[in-house]
């Protein structure tokens, strides 16, 4: 199996759509076979979905990531575990174990915002927004 997560700085990345680099865990059972950081080529959003199908990913851990993304992915055969913080190694050793503390309803934790925000304007879904 292999398992992307978005990264910064050896973090789960709150982005998704706008991660430079994922880390790519190859995994066997429960166990970590092999790791490495790969960059987008400047992807984002949609097209990263693309990017991580191309690679043979199975799983993708992540922060925040609005529908069209969740939908990219979904139709990518690629499983979802968003809403995810800290490590990333951590979080790849919980997932492993099963008891990673994800988020199944995320949407659109990435960004700020403000009063007159319409999060119909950027396909985040509107339902989860804060």
Do not use: R, W
Not at 36 to 42: D, F
Not at 66 to 81: D, S, T, V
Not at 125 to 130: E, K, N, T, V, W
């Amino acid at each position: 199996m292999k398992i992307a997560v978005t990264y910064e700085n050896g973090e789960v990345f709150q982005h998704f759509g706008h991660t430079s680099e994922f880390k790519i865990y190859e995994v066997n059972g429960k166990d970590i076979v092999s790791s490495e950081v790969v960059g987008t080529n400047g992807s984002g959003h949609g097209a990263l979905a693309g990017l991580l199908s191309d690679m043979s990913i199975d799983v993708l851990i992540c922060g925040g990531i609005g529908a069209g993304a969740q939908n990219a992915l979904a139709a990518a055969g690629i499983k979802l575990y968003g809403g995810a913080s800290g490590s990333a190694d951590a979080a790849v050793k919980s997932f492993l174990d099963g008891d990673l503390n994800y988020d199944p309803n995320v949407h659109c934790d990435h960004h700020d915002h403000g009063e007159d925000h319409d999060c119909g304007s950027h396909g985040c879904g509107g339902s989860g927004c804060h």
